[in-house]
């Protein structure tokens, strides 16, 4: 009975979108939607709470506001829906289709997208704390100004993204904190991180190759082995980073703080270190042919075992 007056529900969402709003159908909480096609539908401010729509067909459908917490979107083709402002959480968008989808201000909190594909998503402002998107793809997505503290984001592809000023930190409250985001083996590589909060993420083996990450803050983040030649630091905040192992080639930390950054094995060759700040960072067995130090202020440096000092270091070798 419920399945029939689902379809029927479903049939005047469609069919009479105006009519269907005009006799309170809103309310379809609960409402098992499994496979249905509502393609180009009119759901907004619908409340959809743990309703099941699994495998629908939801593209180009319009979920302004709607109310999606703990639905089941396992699959579901999402594909250019406008989901602005609705709240999503808890609920289970693995593997979901959300290419060219619209999430500006959208709740994910604790959502799961794991696998899922949002390449192309606009989800300016979307609160996304503890939300799983293992193994997504996000390839050139906007996730500009996006609060998405303690988001497991391992594996995941994040190719070409927007991060402007999000949120991805933990508590930044001047020792390391439980609520980074998880960024270990994602694949961000021309990223825009301008200004992003990356306090205390955990990056290991991170592709961030040509990626901007002008003035982000990257206190206590551990980037070791990370992958990041060619990547652009200028005026980035690393105090307290690790990144053992890392490599830097021809980065740019042009104006970049490092107190007490650990670069211990890291190849940085060509990188530009000019204007830099560097205080107690551990540069031991560093590869630092080309490397450039020109004004750069520098003390108690380790550089024990490091390869190719340039001249243009001024500190103690």
């Not at 469609?14 to 159908?25: E, I, K, R, S, V």
């Not at 180009?40 to 999606?68: E, P, Q, T, V, Y």
Request: net charge neutral; proline share 2%; glycine share 12%.
């Amino acid at each position: 009975m419920r399945l029939i007056i689902s379809l029927l529900v479903c049939f005047a969402v469609w069919a009479f979108p105006g009519a269907a709003q005009d006799f309170g159908m809103k309310y379809m909480a609960g409402a098992d939607l499994r496979g249905v096609d509502l393609k180009g539908a009119d759901l907004s401010g619908f409340d959809l709470r743990g309703a099941n729509l699994s495998g629908a067909d939801i593209s180009g459908a319009k979920l302004r506001n709607a109310d999606l917490r703990e639905a089941y979107l396992r699959e579901t083709n999402a594909e250019g829906a406008n989901l602005a402002n609705a709240n999503l959480g808890n609920a289970d968008l693995t593997r979901a289709n959300l290419v060219n989808a619209t999430l500006d201000g959208a709740s994910l909190m604790l959502a799961k997208l794991d696998g899922a594909d949002l390449s192309g998503v606009r989800a300016v402002g979307a609160f996304l704390p503890g939300a799983s998107m293992f193994k997504a793809h996000c390839i050139g997505a906007n996730f500009t100004g996006a609060f998405m503290p303690d988001l497991d984001l391992r594996q995941a592809m994040f190719a070409a993204v927007n991060l402007e000023n999000a949120n991805l930190g933990g508590n930044g409250m001047g020792h390391p904190g439980p609520n980074g985001a998880q960024l270990h083996g994602a694949n961000l590589s021309n990223a825009k991180l301008v200004g992003a909060n990356l306090t205390n993420v955990g990056m290991m083996e991170v592709i961030l190759t040509g990626a901007n990450l002008t003035n982000a803050l990257l206190g206590w983040v551990d980037m070791s082995w990370a992958r990041a030649e060619g990547a652009n630091f200028s005026k980035a905040d690393l105090s307290w980073a690790r990144a053992y192992g890392a490599e830097f080639k021809s980065a740019i930390f042009h104006e970049a703080l490092m107190t007490s950054t650990q670069l211990t094995g890291v190849d940085a060759r060509g990188a530009d270190f000019s204007e830099a700040k560097l205080h107690e960072v551990d540069l031991t067995q560093a590869n630092l042919k080309g490397a450039l130090f020109d004004g750069t202020k520098i003390k108690d440096i380790n550089i024990r075992a490091s390869k190719n000092i340039p001249a243009s270091f001024k500190g103690e070798k």
